[in-house]
């Protein structure tokens, strides 16, 4: 047996890797969980922890479309999973930095899957048919008296 695969750093990949597969995900969702584990596993040490993989080409290892990748890496970055550091917007070449906390992800990982939830998307119970407009001014209080908006709110 090679060195590496008695290491402590084999087995917490090997961890890693077990919980993702447990965890609330979808098959293709686990898949791109597991790309970019995969490719924070492989360029870690090389970046000090930042990984920038592009959409696509997580896309194309996990072998699903580009919005399931944008919809996996917005659940994975609203529980914490995973942390924007730089080139938030990813434009023109530059993908968007990312950290990895694995104490969030394996939390996450233990979560069931009705609990899980990433609002915008498909899992979103307004399914996006209810306007920002509309959420802003049931909270925004106008000092004007009288003054209506379109979403009935005074």
Sequence with gaps: MSAFKDSQEAAFRRVIRQTIRRGPFTKSEREVVLAFINH???HRKSTKGVVHPG??????????S???????????RDY???D?????????GNATEYTVNTVALT???????????????SNDP????????HRINNV?????????????AA
């Design 140 to 152: 925004v209080k106008f000092p004007v008296q009288g003054l209506r908006t379109s979403g009935g």
């Design 84 to 92: 924007a550091v730089d080139h938030l917007e990813g434009l023109h």
């Design 126 to 133: 307004t399914r996006g048919r209810v306007k920002m407009t």
């Design 55 to 64: 959409r696509k080409k997580l896309a194309n290892k996990a072998g699903v």
């Design 107 to 121: 939390d996450l990982c233990a979560k069931k899957k009705s609990d899980v939830r990433v609002y915008g998307g």
């Design 40 to 42: 924070w596993f492989q």
């Design 80 to 82: 914490g999973a995973i």
């Design 66 to 76: 580009i919005a399931t990748v944008k919809r996996t890496l917005a659940l994975l």
